[in-house]
C-alpha cells in the first residue's frame, strides 16, 4: 500500500476501519518504519535487504538491481512464487500506464531473475482473475506478493478507497482453504510514511496470531524480510541479518 502514515490508517480514529478490525483480530506492530524515501527503494529493500543505491524511483532500465533477492531465493531453491500486479497488462512488465506503476512491482527490476519474472510475475485480474483462481484453487505457492493499482494502494485515489480493495481481498483469504488450514501468514504494510517520520502501518494477519496481539517492538522493511525467510527457511539477505525479527513478537 501506498504513502500513508500510521495515524493516518490506524490512528485513534481509523482511516482504514476493515483493516483495524484485522488488526484486532489478529496483530499490529506499532513501530514499524519504513526505510526511506520514495517508493523505490522501500520496495527494493523488502525483498533485497537493502536499497541497493537507489534514491529515486527510475525505471527499471534506468536502476536495473543486480543483487540477490527473496524471489530469486525461491527459484533458485525449486519453489514457485507468484507476484501479482493490479493493472499490469503483461507479465513482469517493466512498463508503466495507466494505473500500473513498475516502481511498486520489484521483480521486474531483478536482473537475476529475469526468466522466473516472466514466468512469475503477473497480472492480478478482479475477482475472477489470476490471483482469485489461485486462492479459490487453494494453489498459493510458498511466498506472494501482491501490489495493487494506482487508485487501490491510495497513491491516487482515498484511504478509504484502498481500505474497501483491501478489505474485500483480506475477506478472501482468511476464508480460502489455505488460511483455514494454518498455512498462509497475510503481511499489510505501506512502502513509506509521510515526511521525515516514516512510520507506517502493518498488520500481521494468521491463524497462530493471537487476537489483539499488539508489539511495541522497534521494526522496518529489513524485519519483514528476515521474518519472511525464516518462515521459509532461506538464508538472510543483506540488512536482513541484523534486522529484528517479527515472528516471536506476533507469534508467527
Known amino acids: 500500500m501506498e504513502n500513508r502514515s500510521y495515524d493516518e490508517i490506524l490512528g485513534s480514529q481509523p482511516g482504514a476501519p476493515r483493516l483495524a478490525r484485522y488488526a484486532r483480530r489478529c496483530g499490529v506492530a506499532t513501530r514499524y518504519y519504513a526505510v526511506g524515501h520514495p517508493s523505490l527503494p522501500n520496495y527494493v529493500a523488502a525483498v533485497t535487504g537493502g536499497t541497493q543505491g537507489i534514491t529515486n524511483d527510475c525505471s527499471p532500465s534506468g536502476c536495473p538491481v543486480h543483487a540477490a533477492s527473496l524471489f530469486g531465493q525461491l527459484t533458485a531453491a525449486g519453489r514457485h512464487w507468484r507476484s501479482w500486479a493490479e493493472s499490469m497488462s503483461s507479465r513482469c512488465d517493466t ?27 503477473r497480472r492480478m485480474g478482479g475477482s475472477h482473475g489470476g490471483f482469485a483462481r489461485q486462492l479459490a484453487n487453494d494453489a498459493l505457492p510458498a511466498f506472494t506478493f501482491v501490489t495493487p493499482n494506482l487508485c487501490d494502494d491510495g497513491h491516487d485515489c482515498s484511504t478509504g478507497r484502498a481500505d474497501t480493495w483491501l478489505g474485500g481481498w ?40 493471537a487476537r489483539h496481539t499488539v508489539t511495541t517492538r522497534h521494526f522496518t522493511h529489513y524485519s519483514l524480510l528476515r521474518t519472511t525467510e525464516e518462515n521459509l527457511g532461506l538464508r538472510l539477505l543483506g540488512n536482513a541479518r541484523t534486522a529484528r525479527s517479527m515472528r516471536h513478537a506476533l507469534g508467527l
Open 95 to 121: 512498463g508503466s500506464y495507466g494505473r500500473y506503476a513498475a516502481r511498486h512491482n520489484p521483480a521486474v527490476y531483478l536482473t537475476r531473475i529475469v526468466s522466473a519474472c516472466r514466468a512469475s510475475d
Open 170 to 209: 483480506l475477506d478472501r483469504i482468511v476464508a480460502s482453504r489455505a488460511y483455514r488450514a494454518g498455512r498462509t501468514i497475510v503481511f499489510v504494510t505501506w512502502d513509506e510514511g509521510v515526511g521525515s517520520d516514516n512510520r507506517v502501518a502493518t498488520v500481521a494477519i494468521a491463524p497462530t496470531v
